[in-house]
């Protein structure tokens, strides 16, 4: 059967949010009539349908967020016994595939981090910028940013900011927050926004101080590098010979997870020692193949139209057919 024609008029399920490096991503899986395929990351739908047009083949559509698939079934009625949804994390996709007898797929695309509709929408507590209940949790359960700015010890805190914020100043971060919480626990963005604007000053590029701060909670409460980490793994358990794996990441330290899964997956880790031989030599055990050996970019014209995009990085790989090396949290191997 001939792949589904684009149609201009297809709604993906929310028009302000422009999936980043789509082309790449679908150029990457290559997405064949008849192939299963998992969109780990459904946000707003843009992958699933570019994937679904592309090929006459199946997706697995996963997110934590249940609005997002809420959103998404009008996609579905477009696409009847293509789509499907399962609401979870992509760190257990293994598992919840094999959960519904699916044990090998032809493509997983991840597109990290956050949507446009989850900063925008005030009453999630992601944004700086907009007043809204201090939550920033994707799944709304769990341990929100109040729990986790309003009960840590200063120590921690200060860790948290600096290992997922990047943020220089993270002592002094953690200590005003505490010494805030004393007279008033954090319940708003703004009340935090605000308590680290006091502290730090706003540098010369222009970012807003509460810009890693943010991002180290949001990291922190949704435990994201665990995630990546767990659903890497679920990848190399779940994608036949041949498939592949897209992942677009949007800060330094989730591709460096990638970056040094794919390296060591694919046998080119550096040698740890000059003096010993390297421990990869002829490379049997290696269950990926890169696919590009640098990240891939978006174009100044993509970053023009959508500066969400600016710094995204997008590495693929293939799966060979070597067994996969570790197991899985769930047991499914
Ligand atoms: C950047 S958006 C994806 C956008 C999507 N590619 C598109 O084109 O519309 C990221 C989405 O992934 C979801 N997400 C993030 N981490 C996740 C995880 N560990 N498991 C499942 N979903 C996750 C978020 O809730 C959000 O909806």
């Given amino acids: 059967m001939s792949p589904v024609a684009p149609s201009p008029s297809a709604p993906i399920t929310d028009p302000d949010h422009i999936p980043v490096l789509l082309t790449e991503v679908i150029d990457g899986l290559a997405p064949k009539d008849g192939g299963l395929y998992v969109d780990g990351?459904?946000?707003?739908?843009?992958?699933t349908m570019a994937l679904l047009q592309s090929a006459d083949c199946t997706v697995w559509a996963i997110d934590r967020d249940p609005e997002a698939l809420e959103r998404g079934q009008e996609l579905a009625k477009l696409f009847p016994g293509r789509l499907n949804f399962l609401q979870g994390r992509f760190g257990d996709l293994a598992d919840l595939l094999?959960?519904?007898d699916v044990r090998a797929v032809d493509g997983i695309a991840l597109d990290l981090g956050i949507s446009s509709m989850q900063v925008d929408d005030r009453s999630r507590g992601f944004s700086?910028?907009?007043?809204?209940?201090l939550d920033m949790r994707m799944e709304k359960s769990g341990m929100s940013a109040a729990d986790a700015v309003n009960s840590l010890p200063e120590s921690d805190l200060a860790n948290i900011?600096?290992?997922y914020g990047e943020e220089r100043f993270s002592r002094r971060v953690a200590h005003a927050i505490v010494m805030a919480r004393k007279s008033r626990p954090f319940s708003r963005t703004i009340h935090l926004a605000d308590t680290i604007r006091a502290e730090v000053k706003r540098s010369q590029d222009g970012i807003d101080p509460?810009?890693?701060?943010?991002?180290a909670l949001r990291i922190y409460v949704n435990d994201e590098l665990g995630?990546?980490?767990r659903g890497l793994t679920g990848a190399e358990h779940l994608l036949a010979e041949h498939g592949r794996m897209a992942v677009v990441s949007f800060h330094s330290l989730e591709d460096r997870i990638v970056k040094s899964f794919i390296r060591d997956r694919s046998g080119r880790a550096p040698n740890?020692?000059?003096?010993?031989?390297?421990?990869?030599?002829?490379?049997?055990?290696?269950?990926f193949s890169l696919v590009n050996n640098r990240a891939i970019t978006p174009t100044k014209r993509e970053i023009r139209d959508n500066p969400r995009a600016r710094s995204a990085r997008l590495r693929i790989a293939e799966r060979t057919d070597h067994p996969a090396l570790s197991s899985i949290q769930g047991g499914a191997a």
Avoid: M, W
């Fill in 41 to 47: 990351t459904f946000g707003a739908g843009g992958y």
């Fill in 161 to 163: 900011i600096y290992k």
């Fill in 98 to 100: 094999i959960e519904n």
């Fill in 210 to 215: 509460a810009t890693r701060t943010f991002q």
């Fill in 227 to 229: 995630e990546l980490e």
């Fill in 272 to 287: 740890p020692s000059r003096h010993v031989p390297a421990p990869t030599a002829g490379k049997p055990s290696a269950t």
């Fill in 128 to 133: 700086f910028l907009r007043d809204g209940p």
